[in-house]
């Protein structure tokens, strides 16, 4: 069971390895806010939906967030490529910034973000 400061997001077995990534509301932050939720080397990772260049959203096709190789979360719009497990931007308008975290926790077979982690997000 999550506890009041966590959300789910998604059950595990619907995060597959360098796959899809998981789109989810982020209300807290606004209307139009979204978050992702990605699985890279075993490990969950999940981040503001945001280029760290312009405010936009990375995924071009809902979930698409990973380039073809499978080895950087890439913005469709201007082509950032982002290490997926840390966010940091290594090719692209956004050079050597990063994207927003979410703490994301896998327990139970499920995906959890963890609410508090939004507190310190930017605003854009």
């Excluded at 940091?88 to 910034?97: E, L, Q, S």
Aim: charged letters at 25%.
């Amino acid at each position: 069971m999550p506890e009041i400061n966590e959300r789910m997001v998604c059950e595990s077995s619907e995060l597959v390895e360098r796959e899809h990534g998981i789109r989810f509301a982020l209300p807290e932050l606004g209307e139009h806010v979204t978050g992702f939720v990605i699985r890279y080397k075993g490990s969950v990772h999940a981040y503001i939906n945001r280029c760290a260049h312009l405010a936009v959203e990375l995924d071009w096709n809902e979930g698409d967030f990973f380039n073809m190789d499978k080895n950087y979360l890439i913005c469709a719009t201007h082509g950032a490529h982002y290490q997926p497990d840390t966010g940091y931007c290594v090719m692209g308008p956004c050079k050597g910034r990063s994207l927003q975290p979410v703490q994301a926790i896998e327990r139970d077979n499920k995906i959890l973000i963890n609410l508090e982690s939004l507190k310190n997000v930017r605003n854009q």
